[in-house]
């Protein structure tokens, strides 16, 4: 429970209350000095000592390990600002190497100083951040490209494409990754939270949509793989139009999913539940069609069927965040 104080007035009306005095004394507060008062939407009143004072960044400190690589993906989600690697050794070029690798799959992370016993990686991006919803459409946008080429790329034996489609997943990451970031740091920030329009609650239902979205992007790489696995074997005319048909009515279903989370409209949410008898129905199609092929060919095809069958289903998980 915090700590209640009585709301007192003046002879000429004015309002006002004490301030703790542990906490005046901690933020170095004294007669005179000026403190920076906020309402938030819901009535709240924040009260902010440090407001005219420039934010230091967060440092964290790692030790070179077997885990390393997690380690330096938590601390740039948890929102640390620079990250140290250091040894009481020299750090060996395996260690430098996943390092880099690391580095290179964060947006905004880069190594800003080494030496033979230390890396020190720095986030570049400061704030005002983007807005959650813009970068959760654009993560959006390229797992829907990510969609569409992946099938373009296994009925068309398309190895280059599908090559391009794994690459892509990369950047698709960064994406996932940044906004995570951006959310915890939301959710630490009250004022931040004011200013971008977003509730703790709403930045939940956010972080679940990019998880369904970074799924979508790994069955596309999924698909992707089954193409160059395929290694040039030609589809079937039947097949190629059955598999068009299935990952246009996935691609529709993704899309209106996102619209529906952002708009938060149930009646385009339902639509996305609705188009299962019809999906489930190619599905089968194609299933029944793949009998026709030969024994090398028809496990890939299941594979891809069931790979499109997943981007559905997180389609329909992230509609039913509308609800």
């Given at each position: 429970m915090g700590d209640l104080r009585k709301v007192q007035q003046t002879p000429t009306g004015t309002f006002f209350i004490c301030v703790p005095r542990a906490w005046a004394q901690k933020n170095g507060l004294k007669k005179g000095s000026l403190v920076n008062l906020e309402v938030s939407a819901d009535g709240k009143l924040f009260v902010d000592s440090k407001y005219a004072v420039e934010p230091q960044p967060r440092v964290a400190s790692l030790n070179v390990g077997p885990f390393l690589g997690r380690e330096i993906v938590g601390r740039y989600l948890l929102g640390y600002d620079i990250?140290?690697?250091?040894?009481?050794?020299?750090?060996?070029?395996?260690?430098?190497?996943?390092?880099?690798?690391?580095?290179?799959?964060?947006?905004?992370?880069?190594?800003?100083?080494?030496?033979?016993?230390?890396?020190?990686?720095?986030?570049?991006?400061?704030?005002?951040?983007?807005?959650?919803?813009?970068?959760?459409?654009?993560?959006?946008a390229s797992a829907s490209r990510m969609i569409r080429d992946a099938v373009n790329s296994f009925i068309a034996c398309d190895i280059e494409l599908a090559k391009n489609v794994i690459e892509r997943d990369v950047e698709n990451n960064k994406f996932y990754f940044l906004l995570v970031r951006i959310l915890r740091t939301i959710i630490q920030n009250p004022r931040l939270s004011e200013k971008l329009g977003i509730s703790p609650i709403e930045c939940l239902d956010f972080r679940l949509a990019a998880s369904l979205i970074e799924g979508i992007g790994d069955a596309c790489v999924q698909v992707a793989s089954n193409t160059i696995?395929?290694?040039?074997?030609?589809?079937?005319e039947e097949m190629c139009k059955l598999l068009i048909e299935l990952q246009s009515e996935c691609y529709d279903a993704n899309e209106q999913a996102l619209k529906s989370f952002l708009s938060k409209d149930i009646s385009l949410a339902e639509n996305v539940r609705k188009q299962r008898g019809k999906i489930e129905a190619t599905c089968s199609n194609i299933e029944c069609a793949a009998k026709e092929s030969s024994v090398d060919l028809m496990p890939q095809i299941l594979a891809v069927v069931s790979f499109l069958r997943q981007i559905y289903e997180r389609s329909v998980d992230m509609a039913d965040l509308v609800v």
């Open positions: 990250i140290l690697i250091e040894s009481k050794d020299r750090i060996d070029s395996n260690v430098r190497t996943l390092v880099k690798s690391t580095a290179n799959s964060l947006a905004g992370l880069m190594i800003v100083e080494e030496t033979t016993s230390m890396i020190s990686l720095q986030c570049l991006m400061q704030q005002p951040f983007t807005s959650p919803g813009k970068i959760l459409q654009r993560n959006h696995t395929l290694n040039n074997v030609k589809l079937s």
